[in-house]
T-cell receptor, first 116, second 111 residues
Framework: NAGVMQNPRHLVRRRGQEARLRCSPMKGHSHVYWYRQLPEEGLKFMVYLQKENIIDESGMPKERFSAEFPKEGPSILRIQQVVRGDSAAYFC??????????????FGDGTRLSIL | TQLLEQSPQFLSIQEGENLTVYCNSSSVFSSLQWYRQEPGEGPVLLVTVVTGGEVKKLKRLTFQFGDARKDSSLHITAAQPGDTGLYLCAGAGTGANNLFFGTGTRLTVIP
């Protein structure tokens, strides 16, 4: 399966702990996007990365959230000191070129984060 | 923020009926994509429309992009239970680096 791979599929954390979500883009894709989805809602953009660079993080909270896409390995979305409001499904998407090229984004199956 | 409103929010119809889902905005988009999402899974791309007035057909699904590139519609003919799911439109704003997603239409087709 050469699609976008996210892990873990489900993650449970207690308030104050750290959550690390991983995303391996489709083969050959160097553009990665992270979105958050609350139940019965659409997806909200968080951050757009291209290998080793953050291109746009305008949708990501300034505190506690960070993202990276290293030269080797998956993209990581990191949430520090999690709170109940962080409970959501987090989706990663990748594309061959950026949004401005009108290239489609291909999504993984998400990580469902639950905060106790 | 560029907002995309979808209507209706929920739709329940009998197998064999036709339906139309709308995606509207006051903003212009350089392209618009339609996705279908099933519970526990990620959105799956159905189509991308780029040109104002463009119509694309995918079997029983017909997608239209408005002339002004501010709105789009998805028409399904003779709906099947397999069409059940959450339909999302997503627009790429001119000069933006990300997709703006609509609020979604949850379709249920009853056998």
């Amino acid at each position: 399966n050469a699609g976008v791979m996210q892990n873990p599929r489900h993650l449970v954390r207690r308030r104050g702990q750290e959550a690390r979500l991983r995303c391996s883009p489709m083969k050959g894709h160097s553009h990665v996007y992270w979105y958050r989805q609350l139940p019965e809602e659409g997806l909200k953009f968080m951050v757009y990365l291209q290998k080793e660079n953050i291109i746009d993080e305008s949708g990501m909270p300034k505190e506690r959230f960070s993202a990276e896409f290293p030269k080797e390995g998956p993209s990581i979305l990191r949430i520090q000191q999690v709170v109940r409001g962080d409970s959501a499904a987090y989706f990663c998407a990748s594309s061959l070129w950026g949004v401005k090229s009108n290239q489609p984004q291909h999504f993984g199956d998400g990580t469902r984060l639950s905060i106790l | 923020t560029q907002l995309l409103e979808q209507s209706p929010q929920f739709l329940s119809i009998q197998e064999g009926e036709n339906l139309t889902v709308y995606c509207n905005s006051s903003s212009v988009f350089s392209s618009l994509q339609w996705y279908r999402q099933e519970p526990g899974e990620g959105p799956v791309l159905l189509v991308t429309v780029v040109t104002g007035g463009e119509v694309k057909k995918l079997k029983r699904l017909t997608f239209q992009f408005g002339d002004a590139r501010k709105d789009s519609s998805l028409h399904i003919t003779a709906a099947q239970p397999g069409d059940t799911g959450l339909y999302l439109c997503a627009g790429a704003g001119t000069g933006a680096n990300n997709l703006f997603f609509g609020t979604g239409t949850r379709l249920t087709v009853i056998p």
